[in-house]
């Protein structure tokens, strides 16, 4: 297969905003918060990782009244703002850092829909 990359358009990378958001006791992201964050989030896009009993989010502009919501709602315990520093180098430079974007929020959407469900972790593993 042959491909030709020449004429392939370069896109800017753009800034993410980036929070830290903690969630009660050691559970996790509850599936209450994951449908609130996935509803809010509809119209922008996003990525996360879980990290511990939280989760890093990045989207496209902030979302820290959404953020302040959910810990008044007691849906997240709380949040930090954060500098994400994409690793442009070790996905191939720019245009790698954009696919690989490009990929983290179809991941994401398709993930957040599911965070929280029973049994979500053991079938990740299977997957």
């Known amino acids: 297969?042959?491909?030709?990359?020449?004429?392939?358009p370069i896109t800017a990378e753009k800034g993410w905003w980036h929070a830290s958001?903690?969630?009660?006791?050691d559970a996790g992201v509850s599936p209450e918060a994951a449908q609130a964050l996935s509803s809010a989030l509809h119209d922008q896009r996003?990525?996360?990782?879980?990290?511990?009993?939280?989760?890093?989010l990045?989207?496209?502009?902030?979302?820290?009244?959404?953020?302040?919501g959910l810990v008044a709602?007691?849906?997240?315990?709380?949040?930090?703002?954060?500098?994400?520093?994409?690793?442009i180098e070790a996905f191939g430079g720019p245009e790698g850092m954009d696919v690989?974007?490009?990929?983290?929020?179809?991941?994401?959407?398709a993930a957040l829909a599911e965070t929280g469900d029973r049994g979500a972790r053991e079938r990740c593993v299977l997957l």
């Open 46 to 56: 996003f990525h996360f990782l879980r990290k511990a009993a939280g989760l890093r």
């Open 1 to 8: 297969m042959v491909v030709d990359d020449e004429d392939l």
């Open 100 to 109: 690989a974007h490009d990929v983290f929020c179809a991941d994401s959407r």
């Open 73 to 87: 709602d007691q849906l997240a315990s709380g949040w930090v703002g954060g500098i994400y520093e994409p690793e």
């Open 58 to 68: 990045r989207t496209e502009r902030s979302v820290a009244d959404l953020l302040d």
């Open 21 to 25: 958001v903690s969630f009660p006791g």
